[in-house]
């Protein structure tokens, strides 16, 4: 019995440096754990803080381009704003004065346009005394014609105009009778 006594004893024994090995690695794992965690946390703190100082950096370099920036676009604004004005005077200015001067010569402009563009139809003219002369020369040929007409003397005498009676009417013909044939009878 004194050999398994002594095969457990060496057993338990194996067995608590195994268990004290690992509890080992466990501590050593912590710790190097814990210092990497320490590291790292220094090292991210650093990072960060380096981070924060570019941003800084660049936040600050926007701003200034920015500002160099709005100020030209001011300076600008306020160059068309200024433009704008002196273009609105003198659009008024030519508004009041071209248009008062303007207005007759722009109809008078377009009337001669349409006046070119439209063509008015001609009625043929006829003169008044070449007409009155030519009815006046027919009508002295009538009134000669009529005066002759009236100055002829009446060969014509009322017994030969009168009228002699018409004719008897002669009685209408007999029908003709048929002959008889004399080798029917």
Known sequence: ?????????????????IWLAGLGAYGHGLNNAQGGYDKMNDQTRRFFDDLVDQGTKIEADAKGALDKTGDKLKEQGQKLKDQGKKLKAQGKNIREEGFNLNVSARVEEIREKVASKLTMPTLPSFSN????????????????VVAKLSAEPKTATATETEEKPAPKKKAPARKAVPKKNEAAA
């Open 1 to 17: 019995m004194a050999d398994l006594k002594n095969a457990i004893d060496k057993t338990e024994e194996l067995a608590r440096k």
């Open 129 to 144: 005394d070449d007409k009155l002369a030519e009815m006046n020369t027919k009508l002295e040929k009538l009134i000669d």
